[in-house]
C-alpha cells in the first residue's frame, strides 16, 4: 500500500473513532492497532527512499550509455573522415562526408542526451510531486494531532474539577 494511502487511512481511522463519553475531542481507538499502522507506515517509507535511489541510478546508468553512444558514434565518424581523406582521388568530398557524419553523430549524441534529459526530469518530477504530496499528508496528520491534543488538554483539565452537584 503506498504510504499517503497509509496516511490517509490513519487520519480516517482516528475521524472515525468513537469519541470518549462526555468529550467531543478525545477518541478511543486500541493503542496497539493505532502503533502497528504506523510501524507499518514507517516500514514502507525507506521502500519508497530505495525507490527513489533506483530511479537516480537508472538516470545515471541512461546518461553514461548514452554518452558512451555519444563517444562511439563520434569515434566513428571520425574514423570514417580519418579514412575518407586518406585516400587522394577523392579529398575533397572525403572531407565533407567526413565532416557530415562528424556533424550528424554530434546532432544524435545531443539528442541523445537531450531525451536523458528530459527522461530524468520527468522522473525526478514525478519523485517531487510523490514528496510534496507526502509532507503535505503528514503536515495534515501532525496539524490534526497537535489540534486533537490541544483540544484534548483544555478540556482534560475541566473534567477534573469536581462536579457541581
Request: hydrophobic share 40%; proline share 3%.
Given at each position: 500500500m503506498d504510504p499517503l494511502d497509509r496516511i490517509d487511512e490513519i487520519i480516517e481511522?482516528?475521524?472515525?473513532?468513537?469519541?470518549?463519553?462526555?468529550s467531543?475531542?478525545?477518541?478511543?481507538?486500541?493503542?496497539a492497532e493505532m502503533i502497528e499502522r504506523l510501524d507499518d507506515?514507517?516500514?514502507?517509507?525507506?521502500?519508497?527512499?530505495?525507490?527513489?535511489?533506483?530511479?537516480l541510478e537508472e538516470r545515471d546508468r541512461i546518461i553514461e550509455a548514452g554518452r558512451r553512444e555519444?563517444?562511439?558514434i563520434i569515434s566513428e565518424g571520425e574514423t570514417e573522415h580519418a579514412r575518407l581523406v586518406s585516400v587522394n582521388e577523392i579529398t575533397v568530398s572525403s572531407e565533407h562526408e567526413g565532416a557530415r557524419i562528424v556533424a550528424e553523430a554530434r546532432t544524435e549524441a545531443q539528442r541523445l542526451r537531450e531525451e536523458v534529459?528530459?527522461?530524468?526530469?520527468?522522473?525526478?518530477a514525478n519523485f517531487e510531486?510523490?514528496?510534496?504530496?507526502?509532507?503535505?499528508?503528514?503536515?495534515?496528520?501532525?496539524?490534526?494531532m497537535h489540534a486533537l491534543r490541544e483540544i484534548g488538554t483544555f478540556q482534560g483539565e475541566d473534567s477534573e474539577r469536581p462536579l457541581p452537584f
Open positions: 481511522i482516528v475521524q472515525e473513532s468513537r469519541s470518549v463519553p462526555m467531543r475531542t478525545n477518541f478511543m481507538y486500541d493503542r507506515l514507517r516500514a514502507e517509507l525507506p521502500s519508497e527512499l530505495r525507490k527513489a535511489a533506483a530511479v555519444a563517444d562511439r534529459d528530459d527522461y530524468v526530469d520527468t522522473a525526478l510531486q510523490f514528496l510534496t504530496r507526502a509532507l503535505a499528508s503528514i503536515e495534515r496528520g501532525r496539524d490534526k
